[in-house]
């Protein structure tokens, strides 16, 4: 079965900084895009990065303050994000699939919250 799990999220004051990780399973890692997604209260969903095994790509929206990062020994991807803003409370998620350009993601880990304090 193909597992993805997001974790880290927490309270964060603006201006600070956190590191969500997903940790995958069940498929060969360096097949797959896994982007990073988030879903804030009455909000649509919003994807804000995605890294394959050849490409990065960002939002505008965290461009510049959000990175991610993929380790395949550990099977897993990271975003480190900074300089958050109240603006950026949501639920994060993890999703993969074959390509970052897929309008779709097929495959969903369960959120982590991120609340971020003015």
């Known amino acids: 079965d193909v597992q993805l799990q997001a974790s880290g999220g927490g309270l964060v004051q603006a201006g600070g900084s956190l590191r969500l990780s997903c940790a995958t399973a069940?498929?060969?890692?360096?097949?797959?895009?896994i982007a990073w997604f988030r879903q804030a209260p009455g909000k649509e969903r919003e994807e804000l990065a995605c890294?394959?095994?050849?490409?990065?790509t960002y939002s505008n929206s965290v461009e510049g303050r959000f990175t991610t990062s993929r380790d395949s020994a550990k099977n897993a991807v990271y975003l480190q994000m900074n300089s958050l803003t109240p603006e950026d409370t949501a639920v994060y998620y993890c999703?993969?699939?074959?390509?970052?350009?897929?309008?779709?993601?097929?495959?969903w880990g369960q959120g982590t919250l991120v609340t971020v304090s003015s």
């Open positions: 069940g498929f060969t890692f360096d097949d797959y895009a």
């Open positions: 999703a993969a699939d074959r390509l970052c350009s897929n309008p779709y993601f097929g495959f």
């Open positions: 890294a394959s095994s050849s490409d990065t």
